[in-house]
């Protein structure tokens, strides 16, 4: 069975960087691009960013000069990094293995909740 | 790229069928045909419903089905049952200068 797992910090301390990472087990790790989205309490889903098995990324402008993305293609793994975070940052935070044939999210992390609080 | 628009509710008894729009512009819905539509039970990650304006994964049942004309895409479920009360979103792919998806801002779908 084909599942992402997901892990990471679930407080943060403002100013501080937030890291989550998430693990490919059952599947390919070359067959989807690798995306983070998050989703603020009671609100709407929000996409950060991605990255591709060889490294290439794409971020949301909104968050871009925050966020870095990254694989590690040995572990079938790939990881969030967003720095100088606020408590705006709260949110529920999901991987997911974005289909870059067809541009949908195919399969989702469990998602971790991250607080922003000191 | 702003979000794009649903309904922030959607109703209908069992039995019965709804629909739910998502609105966007020529750069993201109206230009490509990259608009998926996701279920999310409370507590739950969010799931594939429908992919490619109108393609539903193996295992989502044939009452999901989806629609796309001009700058708006729609989600109708047909034979509504209780267990389709959830938050519905959309998303799209947005081309232009940046690589970005865009999600709608979600429907809850209430079962009567």
């Known amino acids: 069975q084909v599942q992402l797992q997901q892990w990471g910090a679930g407080l943060v301390r403002p100013s501080e960087t937030l890291s989550l990472t998430c693990i490919l087990s059952?599947?390919?790790?070359?067959?989807?691009?690798w995306s983070w989205i998050r989703q603020s309490p009671g609100k709407g889903l929000l996409w950060i960013g991605e990255?591709?098995?060889?490294?290439?990324?794409n971020y949301s402008p909104s968050l871009r000069s925050r966020v870095t993305m990254s694989v590690d293609t040995s572990k079938n793994q790939f990881s969030l990094r967003l720095t100088s975070v606020t408590a705006a940052d709260t949110a529920i935070y999901y991987c997911?293995?974005?289909?870059?044939?067809?541009?949908?999210?195919?399969?989702w992390g469990q998602g971790t909740l991250v607080t922003v609080s000191s | 790229q702003s979000a794009l628009t649903q309904p922030p509710s959607a109703s209908g008894s069992p039995g019965q069928s709804v629909t739910i729009s998502c609105t966007g512009t020529?750069?993201?819905?109206?230009?490509?045909?990259?608009v998926s539509w996701y279920q999310q039970h409370p507590g739950k990650a969010p799931k594939l419903m429908i992919h490619?304006?109108?393609k539903r994964p193996s295992g989502v049942p044939d009452r999901f089905s989806g629609s796309k004309s001009g700058n708006t895409a729609s989600l109708t479920v047909s034979g509504l049952q209780a267990d389709d009360e959830a938050d519905y979103y959309c998303?799209?792919?947005?081309?232009?200068?940046?690589?970005?998806?865009?999600f709608g801002g979600g429907t809850k779908l209430t079962v009567l």
């Open positions: 997911a293995a974005f289909d870059k044939g067809a541009y949908h999210f195919d399969l």
């Open positions: 059952g599947g390919s790790f070359n067959d989807y691009h």
């Open positions: 990255v591709t098995y060889d490294g290439n990324t």
């Open positions: 020529s750069s993201d819905v109206g230009n490509y045909n990259y």
């Open positions: 490619d304006v109108t």
């Open positions: 998303a799209s792919y947005s081309g232009g200068n940046d690589f970005a998806v865009i």
